[in-house]
């Protein structure tokens, strides 16, 4: 990828000359897709982004939001899309160690992970390979830097063959009297690089990720993936804190896409600031390094600190305790202009904030999506339940989140396998706060693509409902949101048009629930060979919670079983349809989904509720198996085969010692149906039209096992 024509003319318009080679580059990098938004940034003015708890919204390396009593949030969604297939295990895991950066760099230790993986075909040899590889990537990753994964999703399409996607989330926490930003503050201050030393690793990953992947580029672009070092990063997580705690910090930015070049000319020009560097006295672990290369790599682990320059020593000091590299760059100026200096030649000299946001956004043609027309033939119920059941979408991904440390940091108080992740907020306590009942915080995250691949518009605002009743049935209240925004090709009118619809459907869906969408990452150009992806909307929602005694999914035996939401017969986006052919229209949506899971949230934090299960991926069908344990089963009446694998969302199985305390509840906001009783038998017997099976517990177990038994 070279600078595009009108952007050289453009370049050459403002600086009076032609780029300097390092320039060029600059531009090229900074003005890609992966950094400017060039063909997105139109259509995210769609989404609110504004509530009482938003302490910082868009536009910093992560958000903030109020979450407690003198306690912040951070949170932040990236995407590693591109590097993930070359290289699965690093491009995973230096996923993770980018997003964590992107905490560290407000003053937040990093508390929380949630990823959000999506590969081709699972029968696909190559699909479980690369699966293997990011899940160890991931694991190893956060494992070692002692941050637990809680939440997440894993989805198989065929879209996803020639071009994964690897979306990471990160929640961290802090008081707001250690709030950092990314945005320089005043001239004259130091500009200090630390972490780990610089090399050639990840030249030019800004602009790859910003083309479509080649046939070769598991071994032509390998040099554009970044190769991680947990260990470095989890002294660097300890180094911020000390710094941060010392009030050494004046604004921070990490180094990611376009390296050093573009964590420094981004956090002066967003203080509308310049900056003066020497690049040849940044640590350099190859020598030889030209200016581009110094500029532009993307080699891990480091952070761009602003400093006074009274406090650079002191700096310096903390850097050698924890066996991190230390450099003093440059000076920020009041002039606005980015200016880098190399063997004695000025190299560099551009308006700061031309280069970061001074590229031209694109004005795309749209096609509109079609909503597909209703054709399908039903198997029978016997067929179609262990089939949907069975399906690497819809069975455990238990395979998946053993591999996380899901419980380092002593927070964990619902674990990955239920609909949401609930953590303790310890601060309360230590602030003299009275946590009598447990307050903490809570996370979900994902997107289905069968949904959005039916009706882009339709599925992106059902995954914006799903997520947020996953924390509702954990007794939690969403109170913000970051997205992930995954797509093709935006030149193909098709490709963007559905894009677009996912955009304004999950804008529409977030702002109808009252969630802020705070923050978020646009990755597109995800075609290969294969086609584009699906448009892929990976939300990940944090909420809070006055407890951490939430029901769970699975049975306790002995209660009445109601559908709040009551029952749908589209199947639209449905498992059943993926896995016997045919299409629908996707089903409709909740009328008032706010209500509905405020609503729910309530039933899930009362005595009476034995447990609480979503119905999204594979149906009631799935959210009744996955009810059922070695000593609790459930008799259920359900109208018809479309009723019982639909995913319309909005929806929930609730086991309750009150049905009609629920009703009361729902009375006037939802639909509530009665499927049957919960019991003690182990067994899970459906009657469904004039068909009837029965399943035992083992049964279903050996069913949900098909990600386990292929990989094990």
């Not at 300890?238 to 604004?251: H, Q």
């Not at 447990?438 to 339709?458: H, S, V």
């Not at 995954?486 to 894009?499: L, Q, R, S, T, W």
Request: proline content about 5%.
């Amino acid at each position: 990828m070279t600078l595009a024509e009108s952007d050289r003319e453009r370049v050459v318009g403002e600086l009076g000359r032609d780029p300097t080679r390092a320039e060029a580059a600059l531009f090229e990098n900074l003005w890609s897709e992966h950094c400017a938004y060039r063909s997105s940034l139109p259509l995210l003015s769609a989404f609110d982004s504004e509530s009482e708890e938003v302490v910082i919204g868009p536009g910093d390396d992560a958000a903030v939001v109020e979450v407690g009593e003198d306690v912040y949030a951070t949170f932040g969604v990236e995407s590693h899309n591109h590097p993930s297939y070359v290289d699965p295990f690093d491009g995973a895991a230096t996923g993770v160690g980018g997003i964590v950066r992107d905490t560290l760099s407000m003053g937040a230790y990093p508390v929380a992970l949630a990823d959000c993986l999506y590969f081709g075909d699972f029968e696909r040899e190559h699909s479980r390979y690369l699966l293997e590889g990011v899940v160890e990537g991931i694991s190893h990753y956060g494992n070692a830097i002692g941050v637990p994964t809680v939440a997440g999703s894993t989805s198989f399409h065929e879209g996803y063959e020639g071009n994964p996607l690897v979306n990471v989330a990160c929640v961290g926490l802090l008081s707001p009297d250690r709030l950092v930003t990314a945005e320089a503050q005043r001239p004259g201050n130091r500009l200090l690089l630390v972490g780990n030393s610089t090399g050639r690793d990840g030249l030019g990953g800004a602009s790859f990720a910003s083309e479509d992947l080649a046939e070769d580029a598991e071994t032509e672009d390998r040099p554009a993936v970044q190769v991680g070092d947990p260990y470095a990063e989890k002294r660097l997580i300890e180094a911020n804190e000390e710094l941060v705690d010392a009030g050494l910090v004046v604004s921070a930015r990490d180094l990611g896409a376009a390296g050093l070049g573009g964590a420094s000319c981004e956090l002066v020009a967003k203080g509308h600031l310049g900056c003066r560097l020497t690049l040849d006295d940044v640590h350099q672990r190859e020598p030889g390094m030209n200016e581009t290369e110094i500029l532009l790599a993307e080699s891990q682990e480091r952070m761009v600190y602003e400093v006074a320059p009274g406090n650079v020593e002191a700096v310096a000091e903390v850097a050698e305790k924890y066996d991190l590299g230390c450099s003093d760059i440059g000076e920020v100026t009041a002039d606005g202009r980015y200016v880098c200096e190399f063997d004695g030649d000025v190299v560099v000299d551009a308006p700061a904030e031309f280069l970061a946001d001074g590229a031209p956004l694109n004005d795309l043609p749209m096609t509109e999506p079609e909503t597909p027309a209703t054709d399908y033939d039903l198997p029978a119920l016997a067929d179609a339940f262990e089939a949907v059941v069975a399906s690497p979408n819809a069975a455990s991904k238990r395979w998946v989140y053993r591999q996380y440390d899901h419980e380092v940091g002593a927070r964990t108080a619902v674990r990955p396998g239920e609909d949401g992740a609930l953590l303790a907020l310890h601060e309360l306590a230590d602030a003299g706060v009275d946590t009598a009942d447990a307050p903490g915080i809570a996370l979900a995250a994902g997107a289905n693509p069968n949904w959005t691949a039916c009706e882009p518009y339709a599925g992106a605002y059902a995954t914006a409902v799903e997520n947020a009743t996953n924390l509702a049935a954990v007794g939690a209240t969403p109170v913000a949101a970051v997205d992930c925004l995954n797509g093709g090709n935006p030149e193909k009118a098709d490709v963007y048009g559905g894009f677009g619809a996912m955009v304004e459907g999950l804008a529409d869906g977030c702002r109808d629930l009252s969630v802020p969408v705070v923050g978020g990452n646009v990755s597109l150009y995800n075609d290969s060979n294969a086609g584009p992806i699906p448009p892929t909307p990976t939300l990940a929602v944090l909420g809070t919670t006055d407890s951490l005694d939430a029901p769970g999914t699975a049975f306790a035996g002995g209660g009445t079983l109601l559908l709040v939401g009551g029952h749908d017969e589209g199947l639209g986006g449905s498992e059943l349809l993926a896995e016997f052919g045919g299409t629908d229209a996707f089903p409709d949506l909740p009328g008032d989904a706010g209500a509905v899971v405020d609503a729910l949230a309530a039933v899930a934090g009362d005595d009476h509720t034995t447990a609480v299960h979503d119905v999204s991926d594979g149906g009631l069908a799935v959210a009744l198996a996955e009810g059922l344990t070695e000593s609790a089963g459930a008799a259920v009446a359900v109208p018809s085969l479309d009723a019982l694998f639909s995913e319309a969302p909005g929806r929930a199985v609730v086991e309750t010692t009150d049905p009609e305390g629920v009703k009361a509840a729902f009375d006037g906001v939802a639909d509530v149906v009665e499927l049957g009783e919960s019991d003690a038998s182990g067994t899970l017997t459906l009657d469904v039209g004039e068909e009837t099976v029965a399943y035992d517990h083992a049964d279903v177990a050996a069913f949900r096992e098909t990600i386990a038994a292929a990989m094990d």
